[in-house]
């Protein structure tokens, strides 16, 4: 069993639509990142969360420490938000490193 | 934040010889890394590059294979020696960058071994 799991693993939904991405992860964290991978291969750190909740224009994280769960929303989605969301997670050893989940393609259909 | 450029963006190699991927960030960073990502594949980590010493590899990574440099605070390089075609991937770097130790990742290198 992977210690980050997403679903969906690919998601494709009309231009508009509310986008739900999940993350469950099974060891203890200290932090937890929502990564976006582009085609062209570049990653662009979306959020770090170690509780609640942050917004960042129509995208929404929340993070449930007890229940060891993220969610990603998109608000509003358009065709430019299809991509492939990454989570990871910072464990709380002490070290940096990151356990990335496998990934959720999103595509956006106009 | 960090900004972090790469170089090159994108090559194709032929097989048997090496490659260096240059990264430079627009700040000083303590923590810097390398990842792979294969095709189709997640990121996983090649090593730690430290500042005026070794670095730190993960298991299945060899320095012989990878040779990182990291000779101040703002640059580091990689090499892929020896290339074979299962050398192909996106090769990203990666800082953690104060005051927050967010960690932000550059633009990948997208490396094709013929």
């Known amino acids: 069993k992977n210690e980050v799991e997403q679903s969906p693993q690919n998601l494709t939904a009309q231009e508009g639509e509310f986008i739900t991405i999940n993350c469950s992860y099974s060891v203890g964290i200290s932090a937890l990142h929502w990564l976006q991978q582009h085609p062209g291969g570049g990653i662009v750190s979306l959020f770090m969360l170690s509780s609640g909740k942050k917004k960042h224009g129509r995208l929404i994280a929340t993070i449930n420490i007890q229940e060891k769960h993220s969610s990603l929303h998109i608000t509003a989605s358009h065709p430019r938000d299809s991509a492939v969301y990454i989570c990871a997670v910072r464990s709380n050893f002490g070290n940096e490193k990151l356990t990335f989940g496998t990934g959720t393609r999103l595509t956006i259909i106009p | 934040s960090a900004v972090i450029s790469q170089k090159p963006s994108r090559d194709i190699c032929q097989r048997g010889t090496s490659l260096t991927i240059q990264c430079q960030v627009d700040s000083q960073v303590t923590m810097m890394f390398w990842y792979r990502q294969q095709p189709g594949q997640s990121l996983t980590l090649i090593a730690t590059?430290?500042?005026?010493?070794?670095?730190?590899?993960e298991s299945g990574f060899v320095i012989d294979k990878f040779p990182i440099s990291r000779p101040n605070l703002t640059f580091s390089t990689l090499t892929v020696s020896n290339m074979s075609p299962e050398d192909s991937s996106i090769y990203l770097c990666s800082v953690v960058a104060s005051p927050n130790n967010e960690q932000f990742f550059g633009p990948g290198t997208r490396l094709t071994v013929l």
């Open positions: 590059a430290n500042q005026g010493s070794e670095a730190t590899y």
